[in-house]
Every structure is written in C-alpha cells, then in structure tokens.
T-cell receptor, first 115, second 109 residues
C-alpha cells in the first residue's frame, strides 16, 4: 500500500537556525498538508497546499513558516528561525481530492527538537 | 466543522470486542464520519469512513444510525497492539482536519 514518507525521522537544531522538513506524498495525490503535535497535546493543522498554492493556513503558520513543492515528488516545510516552542512532531499528509470521502493519509512524522 | 464528543479513555481485555461511540449532534448533510488511530510517535492512521448505516473493512466496523448524530467504531477481538488513541472526525472538506483529544484505548492481557 502506498505511503507518505517523511525525512528525517528526527531533527535536532539550535534555536534560531533554519530547518527543512521533507515529505514524499502518495504519488497520485493532489492535496498536501502539514500538521504538528506538541508532546502530549492534540494534532494541530498548519497548512494545506494544492496546485502550487497554499489553500488554507492556521494562525500557527506565521511568516516563519513556508511550504514548497520543489519538484514532482517532494513537499517541504521550512521554518526560517526556529524557536524553542517549535519543538514538536511534524506530520505530512496527502489526499487524492479535497473532499470528505477521500481521507488524508499521514506519514510517521519528523520529531523536531530545538535546543 | 461539527464538534465531536467521545470518551477520554477506555479499557478492555484481549479477545474482547470494543465499541467506541462518538456523538456529533451538529453533523451537516455533506459531512462524512472518519476514524483514525494513532500510536505513540507515529502519524494518525486512517481506519474507516462512512456516511450512513454500516461500513465494514478488514480492521473495523462503523455503525451510523439513521439520524447520523452519533457513530460507533467497533473493533472485533482486540489485541494488545490495538492500544492507541482513536479519533472520531466529522468534516465535509478535507482542507483542514480538526483533531480532538480522542479516546485512549488500553488493552490488557
């Protein structure tokens, strides 16, 4: 069964540094998402992306965050200047079409640790 | 987005059938009901989705009454590996999923 894959599985970065989290969505999916989950808390929506544009973003997704689909397979999340509170699991997801009967499929996440 | 209410936690034993009920009184006509499972340090995994009546797959069954104001996820003959958090989600657009706290299911030997 096709999977969403994310790299790296764990990223340790100094505060203030830039990080790029990478995702390879399922190949025939057209919609892409990023979520985060701070330890012990709920999964939170960050951003959705379709046709090379952001479709929707949450208030968490401020100017420090950006997303990009640099080629036909990768989908990246960049945090320009990391803060301690950015430490969390970051999940990428994809879906075939943006409709309720097409579930989103999640990767296993990147654990981001900011020191 | 319709709000869902589900138990915070449940306990059961290996080999038992587990039913987790979710209420969604404000479900809209276009909303589907979707359940995800999450293990520690892993991403949410899609389990099952339905609109009305009953849906069954190799993992679970989903029962939805005619008024669609609630749904029940049924896990047959659970094992220790079914210990996880289960999320009931109701939405009409996949642009944004709002996760609640889910139900923390603990299976004992």
């Amino acid at each position: 069964e096709p999977e969403v894959t994310q790299t790296p599985s764990h990223q340790v970065t100094q505060m203030g540094q830039e990080v790029i989290l990478r995702c390879v969505p399922i190949s025939n999916h057209l919609y892409f998402y990023w979520y985060r989950q701070i330890l012990g808390q709920k999964v939170e929506f960050l951003v959705s992306f379709y046709n090379n544009e952001i479709s929707e973003k949450s208030e968490i997704f401020d100017d420090q965050f950006s997303v990009e689909r640099p080629d036909g397979s990768n989908f990246t999340l960049k945090i320009r200047s990391t803060k301690l509170e950015d430490s969390a699991m970051y999940f990428c997801a994809s879906s075939k079409i943006q409709d309720s009967n097409q579930p989103q499929h999640f990767g296993d996440g990147t654990r981001l640790s900011i020191l | 987005l319709a709000k869902t209410t589900q138990p915070i936690s449940m306990d059961s034993y290996e080999g038992q059938e587990v039913n987790i009920t979710c209420s969604h009184n404000n479900i809209a006509t276009n909303d589907y009901i979707t359940w995800y499972q999450q293990f520690p340090s892993q991403g949410p995994r899609f389990i099952i989705q339905g609109y009305k009546t009953k849906v069954t797959n190799e993992v679970a069954s989903l029962f939805i009454p005619a008024d669609r104001k609630s749904s029940t996820l049924s896990l047959p003959r659970v094992s220790l590996s079914d210990t996880a958090v289960y999320y009931c989600l109701v939405y009409s657009s996949a642009s944004k999923i709002i996760f609640g706290s889910g139900t923390r299911l603990s299976i004992r030997p």
